[in-house]
């Protein structure tokens, strides 16, 4: 699992920053799912390596234009382009009237089905490697952070120990990876347990904005590997931070303290902290780590793979 930022600034692109927009990669699937769509998602999609025609899922956190107003252009260019085969996209109840819209207004035909679903809070997406779950936060209109928990995958299959334990191959090895107790023809009891390595511990994400300070944001964070979280605001303007309901970078490191994530990332900072201003984005980190020492600033094309953990080292947290 690895994330790219498309996107980091909060309300308008600046120079260095676009607006919001996230990429999940899942290499061993051959696809990416999408966070947040804001205007020109397509161009940073182009200037990366990710591949357009890998695209299969996009999750929305909310209705204000800095998260969706690229949706419509990416999904017209992956129509033209004629190489996606499906798009399912996760949002608020406006998204599905919205799109609806723009193709109705721009005359816009897909070539490829797309599939709008509604989120409540809850379990949004699920099949047999993942699951895609979400809540409701603390904005000025209704918006939902998302968790993609990776399911724990049976550990390294020892066909060697198989051979000499005189396991035919086959069908039964499959059987055997799962942790089955199998009962061999000369009635000897194997477990499958006992063949193979320590289970691979799957890896979850927490992706949380826009948001003030919010127990559903600590939630969806608990135990993560990586907790997003938007830091629009230093902790001097926390006034700002309670009137327009965004979070400033103590606020993030504090979900980040609360939930005991593995590490956090810090986006979505408002333009008014730009290089050379009296207050730089800089700063704000180093106000985050005062509370939470991992923590990361974010910038635009920046990749970060997710590491595993070991069974060992999840018992010690």
Not at 216 to 238: G, K, M, N, Y
Request: hydrophobic fraction near 40%; aromatic fraction near 8%; proline fraction near 5%.
């Amino acid at each position: 699992m690895q994330i790219t930022f498309l996107g980091t600034s909060s309300g308008v692109p600046t120079r260095i920053r676009n607006v919001s927009g996230v990429a999940l990669r899942l290499p061993q699937r051959a696809e990416f799912w999408l966070f947040d769509c804001g205007e020109g998602t397509q161009h940073q999609i182009l200037r990366s390596d990710i591949k357009i025609s890998q695209l299969t899922r996009i999750f929305i956190t909310h209705m204000h234009g800095d998260h969706i107003f690229g949706l419509m252009g990416l999904l017209a260019s992956c129509g033209l382009a004629g190489n996606v085969q499906r798009i399912d996209i996760y949002g608020p109840p406006d998204l599905d009237d919205y799109l609806k819209a723009c193709r109705r207004y721009s005359q816009t035909h897909f070539s490829y089905p797309i599939k709008v679903h509604t989120v409540r809070p809850g379990i949004v997406f699920e099949d047999k490697e993942f699951t895609v779950s979400c809540e409701l936060l603390k904005h000025r209109v209704p918006a939902f952070g998302y968790r993609v928990a990776e399911k724990d995958r049976p550990g390294h299959f020892d066909v060697q120990r198989a051979s000499a334990l005189g396991i035919p191959p086959g069908p039964i090895y499959g059987r055997l990876k799962q942790g089955e107790v199998i009962v061999l023809p000369d009635g000897q009891r194997v477990n499958g347990a006992d063949l193979c390595g320590p289970t691979q511990v799957g890896r979850k994400l927490a992706y949380c904005t826009d948001t003030i300070f919010c127990e559903a944001a600590v939630s969806l964070a608990q135990d993560a590997d990586v907790l997003i979280h938007e830091a629009t605001f230093a902790h001097q303007d926390a006034e700002l931070a309670y009137q327009r309901l965004h979070s400033t970078s103590t606020m993030a490191a504090q979900v980040a303290l609360a939930a005991q994530v593995q590490q956090l990332i810090m986006t979505h900072f408002s333009p008014r902290y730009a290089p050379g201003n009296e207050v730089e984005v800089k700063d704000l980190l180093a106000e985050a780590r005062a509370i939470f020492p991992r923590t990361e600033l974010a910038s635009d094309f920046w990749t970060y793979s997710i590491p595993r953990r070991e069974l060992a080292a999840l018992s010690k947290i």
